[in-house]
């Protein structure tokens, strides 16, 4: 079946420093990467898209200056987190797809704790 | 845009009662597709549910949605719900491609007692 590993499972680093997470898809092949953050509300807010051979998609209070993602091969990405401070707190989700999938696949995600 | 409501944030129940979350949409696609996650704390959000095609209703682990396109909506529901069930439920949209990433509602916990 689809699975897809997410680490770390949880972090902390201190504020103005720099975290990254790796999300790893087996079973198949991840063309799309959606990286979420959900929210204190529970709300999963979208970061980008990451499209193999295509152009990272970042939505709107996302940058890639802020959030840089690197989707080097079908089966892996990482998103990092750039100079941390408390509003980036949270749950960061990675969600992976196959090619001509509606479905996303999700990994259990990486809690962020900024000191 | 694209957009997906969910009207209740929280909802309570006791053990073996139905449940109904209820969700509606917004899209430019006429063939959108529709999911139920379920996310269990230090779990991975799980798909629950997808749609079919229009006025048909899909199955899973004893919970069941209907897409109404003329309604826009798909609501989720189960006859007995059980502790287990205690979780926290999204709906989802996606373009009929999956071209574009998924767009959540805002979530529905559910909180089933004794």
């Known amino acids: 079946g689809a699975l897809v590993y997410q680490y770390p499972r949880r972090t902390i680093c201190k504020s103005g420093t720099s975290m990254r997470m790796e999300c790893q898809a087996v079973?198949?092949?991840?063309?799309?990467v959606a990286w979420y953050r959900q929210s204190p509300q529970k709300t999963f807010e979208l970061i980008a898209l990451?499209?193999?051979?295509?152009?990272?998609?970042?939505e709107q209070n996302f940058t890639q200056e802020k959030f840089p993602i690197s989707h080097p091969n079908l089966s892996f990405s990482s998103m990092t987190v750039l100079n941390a401070y408390l509003e980036d707190r949270g749950l960061y989700l990675c969600?992976?797809?196959?090619?001509?999938?509606?479905?996303?696949?999700f990994g259990a995600g990486t809690r962020l704790s900024v000191l | 845009g694209d957009s997906v409501t969910q009207k209740e944030g929280l909802v309570t129940l006791t053990e073996g009662l139905p449940v109904m979350l209820n969700c509606t949409y917004q899209?430019?696609?006429?063939?959108?597709?529709l999911f139920w996650y379920v996310h269990y704390l230090n779990e991975s959000p799980r798909l629950l549910l997808k749609?079919?095609?229009?006025?048909k209703r899909t199955e899973h682990q004893g919970f069941h949605a209907t897409l109404h396109k003329s309604s826009s909506s798909f609501h989720l529901q189960k006859s007995s719900a059980q502790l287990s069930d205690s979780a926290l439920y999204y709906c989802?949209?996606?373009?009929?491609?999956?071209?574009?990433?998924?767009?959540f509602g805002t979530g529905t916990t559910v909180s089933v007692s004794p």
């Open positions: 749609s079919s095609t229009d006025n």
């Open positions: 899209t430019i696609y006429s063939n959108a597709f």
């Open positions: 079973g198949f092949q991840a063309t799309s």
């Open positions: 989802a949209l996606s373009d009929p491609q999956g071209g574009r990433a998924l767009i």
């Open positions: 969600g992976a797809r196959g090619n001509s999938q509606n479905t996303l696949y």
């Open positions: 990451s499209t193999v051979n295509s152009a990272i998609k970042y």
